[in-house]
């Protein structure tokens, strides 16, 4: 069974930073595509950042890129999200996610996504 949880939410100002995890279990790591994608009070969700474990490639929506910062830790199993120079509009539920077979800004889709976790809360105060 897939299971991903999200660690490291929180209360952060804004400017500050944050590092989220996605700790997984359930299939075979390098296979899979990860993803991140946060939901805002009365919003869709939008995909911010995605990683490929096979060849390294990560993707980024433009409202997150050169402030945020995607990896993973195959011996753990973890992909992280290092979340920089944080504004309060960053203020969303974030959600890692895992699929497999995509690549290129197909990444980004959520409608691609066939696992999640139950997410963590990140606000940004002003």
């Known amino acids: 069974e897939v299971q991903l949880v999200e660690l490291g939410g929180g209360l952060v100002q804004a400017g500050g930073s944050l590092r989220l995890s996605c700790e997984t279990s359930?299939?075979?790591?390098?296979?899979?595509?990860i993803g991140w994608f946060r939901q805002a009070p009365g919003k869709g969700r939008e995909g911010i950042a995605a990683?490929?474990?096979?060849?390294?490639?990560?993707y980024y929506a433009d409202s997150v890129k050169g402030r945020f910062t995607i990896s993973f830790d195959n011996a753990k199993n973890t992909v992280y999200l290092q979340l920089g120079s944080l504004n309060p509009w960053d203020t969303a539920f974030y959600y890692c996610?895992?699929?497999?077979?995509?690549?290129?800004?197909?990444?980004?889709?959520?409608?691609?996504?066939?696992?999640w976790g139950p997410g963590t809360q990140v606000t940004v105060s002003s």
């Open positions: 359930g299939f075979t790591f390098a296979d899979y595509v």
């Open positions: 996610e895992a699929t497999y077979g995509i690549v290129g800004a197909w990444c980004l889709n959520e409608d691609l996504y066939t696992d």
């Open positions: 990683i490929i474990s096979t060849d390294d490639s990560t």
